[in-house]
């Protein structure tokens, strides 16, 4: 009910003829070069074009990513972007300590600043939109245990391991296969939000414990580990429920190679993270958090959600 009425708050403030007549520039800033992320910028530039017919203004959404995930590297692009002076900034943070600073001083220039897909700092007053990616963990986590009868040695590869989303994902599937006396947790590798990494790390793990039964994950790479396991000729031998619905990933449920994901959804972030920072570049409240929900998709369900879903 109160996403309902968040939501409605902000079709009255869009529609409001209060509403400044000015154009306004958003600025997304992830974690780094990846299809994700792209989907995020998707979804943004689709809300950006709605508001910009229904204002009768310009709404410009400019996208900016890291080469690679470096915390270094993302701090310096925010403050190149707040020199520009847009009228707001997203960014997905790689270290939530390690960017606060930068988040200090972009939000002491005036510029309106909130988190996407990752919780926002509680003490700096901004907001945030994404899940609870605790509960997206369990989701992912029984589901797997489920198809591995609660036994046996269980890998969980772990995304940018500072990565507020990334570092509760994998915390929460460590604490979840902890319940079971039977499971044995195996070091899946670090993939550093890279899918070429994951695969790398995936094949080296499987070939160093030839008795693993499962793979979890805390980030979209999840398309590297279904390589790694074909390749290995590991389809139905190592199962794997693991993040996210790039179009890639999601084949691999169709096609056997993975069981189930556990999805956040992308494009629904990038078109509310607009929609809040316009509400925020017009003096209205921002919430402190909007969660869009966890897809969960299944070999049962596979076709709907391509179906829905096109490439």
């Known amino acids: ?26 600025v ?3 974690k780094v070069v990846h299809p994700w992320f792209d989907e995020v910028n998707k979804g943004a530039q689709e809300e950006a074009a709605i508001l ?31 020199t520009t002076r847009p009228d707001g900034i997203t960014v997905d943070p790689l270290d939530a300590s390690g960017n606060r600073q930068v988040f200090k001083e972009i939000m002491a220039r005036g510029i309106k600043l909130m988190t996407f897909d990752s919780p926002p700092p509680p003490d700096l007053g901004i907001g945030g939109v994404g899940n609870n990616f605790t509960q ?15 036994k046996g040695e269980i890998a969980v590869m772990q995304g940018f391991p500072t990565a507020p989303n990334h570092k509760e994902r994998y915390e929460a599937h460590l604490a979840y ?28 793990v499987m070939a ?16 590297g580990i279904a390589a790694a396991i074909r390749e290995a000729g590991k389809i139905g031998k190592v199962r ?15 096609e056997g190679v993975l069981d189930g994901l556990s999805a956040t959804k992308p494009r ?13 570049a017009i003096g209205g409240r921002m919430p402190y958090w909007v969660d869009t929900g966890i897809d969960v998709i299944t070999k049962g369900n596979v076709d709907e959600w391509l179906k829905k879903n096109p490439k």
């Open 1 to 26: 009910m109160w996403k309902k009425v968040v939501l409605g708050l902000f079709v009255a403030i869009l529609t409001s003829p209060l509403a400044s007549a000015k154009d306004y520039r958003f």
């Open 28 to 30: 997304i800033v992830p």
């Open 52 to 82: 910009s017919k229904q204002l009768g203004v310009k709404v410009v959404v400019d996208y900016v990513a890291p080469t690679k995930a470096d915390v270094t590297e993302q701090n310096s692009l925010l403050e190149q972007v707040a």
């Open 136 to 150: 997206q963990a369990n989701i992912a986590a029984e589901m797997l245990l489920k198809l591995v009868g609660y």
């Open 177 to 204: 296969l902890k319940k079971f006396p039977n499971v044995k947790i195996v070091d899946g590798g670090i993939d550093n939000d890279s899918i070429n990494t994951a695969q790398q790390q995936a094949a080296a």
């Open 208 to 223: 160093s414990h030839p008795n693993l039964v499962g793979y979890l994950n805390c980030d979209a790479t999840s398309a």
């Open 240 to 254: 794997a429920v693991l993040m996210d619905s790039l179009h890639d990933e999601v084949v691999q449920v169709k």
């Open 268 to 280: 629904e972030q990038g078109a509310l993270a607009v929609i809040m920072l316009y509400q925020a």
